[in-house]
C-alpha cells in the first residue's frame, strides 16, 4: 500500500533530505509532496488524499505552536509529525498536547526512523478510525434496542448506560455515571419489597454470568417499580482478566400481568369470576386429605337452576348471563369464607362444606340457598323468579374420592328434580333412575353399530373475513328407531364406560374422511374435516396407526384430517397423549384444541402441545354478547402469537361475528352460519359455493372481452 506524505517546509535541504529518506526506507513506499508555506499546505489539505503530514513549525507564512493548531483545524483526522530544531523541543512537546502524533528533530533523524515512524501512525491512525466507527457502531446498536444495558466497572460503580437503561431506570447516563449500580438499578423482591442482590454484585464476586432472581422489580429513580427480567455476565479483556461487569434487562410487566390474568382465568369462571371445576377438584382433594386425617366430615352440593333454559330462550343469553351472576352472589353469601362456592358450567354450581360440615350443616345450608335464590331477581326492568334442585353428598360416608362425591351428589341433584324441584336431596345408593336409563342406552349402543343407525351431520367452519367455507366439522347422531335423531350428550359418557367408544370413534373417521373424498372427486373444495377425538381413543395402542390406515385406504391426505381434542382428554395421560400427538404431527394431519376456555386449559401445558389449531368455547364465545369480552379477546391475541389458526365455536349472532372479526379471529362456526347439515344439504352448500365462484370467474371473463 503506498502513503501520501505532505511534506511542509520551506528548508530545502530539510526537504531534500527528507524526500530522499522516504523514496529509500524499507517500511515504504511512500509518495511525497512538498509546499513551502502553511497556506499552501491548507490549500492542499481541502482536496484531500493526504495519509500523514510533515510539518515545519518555522514557515514564511506562520511560526511556532500556531503553525500547527491551523493545520490541525482542517485535517484533525489526518496523524501530523512536526519538525523542529532541537532547542525548540518544547514546542514539539507542546504541539503534541495539543494533538501532534510525534515530532522529529533536524539534524538528528534517520532515514529509518522517519519511515518506521510514520508507517506506524499511519496505521494507528487507521486503527483509531476503525475503533471509533465500531465504537458509534456499538452506540448506535446498544440505543436502538429495546433491552436495557448498564456496564460497571470492577467496583461496581456504573460506566454506561443505553438510552433504554435510562428510560427504565428513571437516571441519565451523566447523572448515573460513577454511582454504584445497586443505587442506579435497585432491585427488590416482587412480593416481599426486600432488597435484593444484584446479579452484577455476584458476576463480580463470582466472575461468572448470572440470572436475576424470578419475580424481581426494578426501583425507578423516581420510586415507581417496574417488573424486569435480566441476565449478567462479566467482560474479559484481551488478557483473560475480568475488568468490569454488564447487566442487561428488560420490561415485562405486561407479560407478568397476563401470565397473572390468564392463570386467573384458568382457575375461575370467566362469567361468575367463580372457582372453576379445575379449583375446585384442588380444594375437594385438599378437603379430602385434612377430613382424612381429622376424622371428619365434609359434605359436597351439587346445584342446578330449574328452567333455566326458558329464560336463556326467552330473553336471551345477557339476560341469562345476568341472572348467574346474581345467583353466584347470593351462593356467596350463604356459605362461610372457608366453604367453596364454584361454577361448573352452564347453569351449574357446586358447593364445598369445608371441613366438621356434617348433614344437619348442610341440611341448613341448603334450606338457606333454597330461600336465597327463590327471591325475586330484577333483570331488565323485568322480575323474574327462580328455583333450583340440589344433591348432597358426603364424605367419607358416600365415596372415597372427589369424582366419587361429585357424581354422587349429582345422581341425588336429579333425583331432586325427579320429584319435584326445588328441594334438595341427600344422596342414597337405592338412587338408580339415571342407572337403569344408562343401562337401556348401553343395550342399545351394543345393536346401534351393526344396524347403522349411526349417521353424521356437517358444521361448516367459515373464514369470518371472507365468508369462503374453509373445513367443516363431522358431528355425530344416533338415529334410534324410537328416539328418533338422539345428540351425543345423551349417549357418548355412556360409550365410554361400557367400552364401544373407540370402534364408535372409528366408524365416526371412516366415515368423515369417505365422505371428504367423495366431495373431492366430485370437484368440490372442502379444504379440511374435523372430528372430535376422546381420550380413550387417543390413548388406545394403535390410535395413530389406524388413522394412517384409514387415510391410505381411503386416500384422503393427511392435511385434508383435523382432529379436535380436549385438554380435559388429554389431561388423562399427558406423556402418551403428547408423543401420540407428535406421531399424528409427523403424518400431516392437523391438531386443534377443542373448547378451550371451558376450565381446563393451562397455557404452559398448551404450549407443549404440537397443536395447529385452537378453537375458543362456545360459551366463551356466547359471553361477547354479555360484555364478556376480555377473555376472548386474550385467547385470540395469545393464539395469534403463537401462529395457531384461531376459530371461534358457537357464533349465533352479529355482534359476536363483529367482535370476533375487531379481534382478528380467523375463523368461525355456528349457528348464525349454519346448523349441522346431513350429507345431501352439505352437499348442496358446497356446489352452491362453486356455482358462485364460476359465475364470478364467468362474469370476469365476460368484462375483460368487453
Known amino acids: 500500500m503506498t502513503y501520501r506524505i505532505l511534506i511542509v517546509t520551506a528548508d530545502a535541504v530539510d526537504?531534500?533530505?527528507?524526500?530522499g529518506m522516504l523514496g529509500e526506507a524499507a517500511d515504504g513506499p511512500f509518495n511525497s509532496e512538498q509546499v513551502r508555506s502553511l497556506s499552501a499546505a491548507l490549500a492542499r489539505m481541502q482536496t484531500g488524499g493526504i495519509d500523514a503530514v510533515l510539518l515545519d513549525l518555522a514557515l514564511p507564512d506562520s511560526q511556532g505552536i500556531n503553525t500547527f493548531k491551523k493545520l490541525f483545524a482542517v485535517a484533525p483526522q489526518i496523524p501530523i509529525m512536526t519538525l523542529c530544531v532541537p532547542e525548540d523541543e518544547v514546542l514539539a512537546l507542546q504541539a503534541l498536547e495539543c494533538g501532534a502524533q510525534g515530532y522529529l528533530?533536524?539534524?538528528?533523524?534517520?532515514?529509518?526512523?522517519?519511515?518506521?515512524s510514520l508507517r506506524h501512525i499511519i496505521q494507528r491512525t487507521v486503527t483509531e478510525a476503525y475503533l471509533g466507527l465500531e465504537r458509534a457502531r456499538a452506540e448506535i446498536t446498544l440505543n436502538s434496542i429495546s433491552d436495557a444495558v448498564i456496564g460497571t466497572d470492577m467496583q461496581g460503580n456504573v460506566d454506561y448506560l443505553n438510552v433504554a437503561a435510562e428510560n427504565m431506570t428513571g437516571w441519565l447516563r451523566n447523572d448515573a455515571r460513577g454511582q454504584p449500580i445497586d443505587q442506579v438499578m435497585h432491585i427488590v423482591d416482587g412480593e416481599t419489597a426486600a432488597t435484593a442482590v444484584n446479579p452484577v454484585r455476584l458476576v463480580l464476586e463470582r466472575k461468572q454470568p448470572m440470572a436475576m432472581t424470578a419475580g424481581s422489580m426494578l426501583v425507578r429513580r423516581d420510586g415507581s417499580n417496574l417488573a424486569i427480567e435480566d441476565s449478567a455476565a462479566p467482560i474479559i479483556d484481551p488478557g483473560g482478566q475480568i475488568s468490569g461487569a454488564v447487566v442487561v434487562f428488560h420490561d415485562v410487566s405486561e407479560t407478568r400481568a397476563m401470565s397473572v390474568r390468564m392463570a386467573y382465568l384458568a382457575q375461575h369462571d370467566f362469567l361468575t369470576r367463580l372457582p372453576n371445576r379445575v379449583l375446585l377438584n384442588d380444594r375437594i382433594a385438599?378437603?379430602?386429605?385434612?377430613?382424612?386425617?381429622?376424622?371428619?366430615?365434609?359434605?359436597?352440593?351439587?346445584?342446578?337452576?330449574?328452567h333455566f333454559k326458558y329464560i336463556n330462550d326467552s330473553l336471551g343469553h345477557a339476560a341469562g348471563d345476568q341472572l348467574l351472576q346474581s345467583v353466584a352472589q347470593r351462593l356467596s353469601a350463604c356459605v362461610r369464607s372457608s366453604d367453596t362456592v364454584s361454577r361448573n358450567g352452564g347453569d351449574e354450581?357446586?358447593?364445598?362444606?369445608?371441613?366438621?360440615?356434617?348433614?344437619?350443616?348442610?341440611?341448613?345450608?341448603?334450606n338457606k340457598i333454597i330461600a336465597a335464590?327463590?327471591?325475586?331477581?330484577?333483570i331488565d326492568q323485568q322480575e323474574l323468579h327462580m328455583t333450583c334442585s340440589i344433591g348432597i353428598s358426603v364424605y367419607p360416608a358416600d365415596a372415597a374420592s372427589a369424582e366419587e362425591l361429585l357424581k354422587n351428589a349429582d345422581t341425588a341433584m336429579y333425583h331432586a328434580k325427579g320429584v319435584g324441584r326445588n328441594n334438595y336431596q341427600f344422596f342414597k345408593h337405592v338412587m338408580n333412575v339415571r342407572a337403569v336409563e344408562r343401562q337401556v342406552i348401553e343395550s342399545n349402543l351394543w345393536q346401534a353399530l351393526d344396524r347403522r343407525e349411526f349417521m353424521l351431520h356437517y358444521q361448516p367452519k367459515l373464514n369470518l373475513s371472507t365468508g369462503a367455507i374453509t373445513g367443516a366439522e363431522a358431528l355425530l347422531r344416533w338415529l334410534h328407531p324410537q328416539w328418533g335423531v338422539t345428540l351425543p350428550e345423551r349417549f357418548l359418557s355412556v360409550a365410554e364406560d361400557c367400552g364401544l367408544i373407540v370402534p364408535i370413534g372409528r366408524w365416526v373417521l371412516r366415515e368423515a374422511c369417505r365422505q371428504a373424498k367423495h366431495w373431492q372427486e366430485q370437484g368440490l373444495e372442502l379444504p379440511s374435516i374435523a372430528v372430535n377425538v376422546c381420550s380413550l381413543e387417543l390413548l388406545h395402542p394403535d390410535f395413530a396407526a389406524s388413522v394412517q390406515a384409514t387415510l391410505d385406504e381411503i386416500g384422503l391426505p393427511p392435511t385434508c384430517l383435523q382432529l379436535d381434542i380436549t385438554e380435559s382428554a388429554l389431561m388423562r395421560d399427558a406423556d402418551t397423549c403428547v408423543e401420540v400427538l407428535r406421531q399424528l404431527k409427523r403424518a400431516g394431519v392437523q391438531l386443534a384444541m377443542d373448547d378451550f376456555g371451558t376450565g381446563y386449559s393451562s397455557l404452559s401445558y398448551l404450549l407443549k402441545?404440537?397443536?395447529?389449531?385452537l378453537k375458543i368455547d362456545k360459551t366463551s364465545v356466547q359471553a361477547i354478547s354479555g360484555g364478556n369480552r376480555a377473555f376472548v379477546s386474550a385467547v385470540i391475541a395469545m393464539g395469534t402469537?403463537?401462529?395457531?389458526?384461531?376459530?371461534?365455536?358457537?357464533?349465533?349472532?352479529?355482534?359476536?361475528?363483529?367482535?370476533?372479526?375487531?379481534e382478528q379471529c380467523q375463523e368461525g362456526q355456528g349457528y348464525l352460519f349454519n346448523h349441522g347439515l346431513a350429507s345431501e344439504p352439505f352437499t348442496a352448500l358446497l356446489q352452491m359455493k362453486k356455482c358462485s365462484e364460476l359465475a364470478a370467474v364467468h362474469s370476469a371473463r365476460t368484462e375483460a372481452r368487453l
Open 641 to 662: 402469537s403463537l401462529s395457531y389458526q384461531v376459530v371461534a365455536e358457537g357464533v349465533e349472532n352479529e355482534e359476536q361475528l363483529v367482535f370476533l372479526r375487531s
Open 15 to 19: 526537504c531534500h533530505g527528507l524526500l
Open 286 to 306: 385438599q378437603a379430602i386429605s385434612l377430613a382424612e386425617r381429622s376424622g371428619n366430615s365434609i359434605a359436597l352440593m351439587f346445584l342446578d337452576l330449574d
Open 373 to 378: 335464590l327463590s327471591a325475586s331477581y330484577f
Open 105 to 116: 528533530l533536524k539534524g538528528l533523524f534517520a532515514s529509518y526512523l522517519v519511515a518506521q
Open 609 to 613: 402441545l404440537p397443536i395447529d389449531v
Open 349 to 366: 354450581f357446586v358447593v364445598l362444606l369445608a371441613e366438621g360440615r356434617d348433614m344437619q350443616d348442610a341440611s341448613v345450608i341448603a
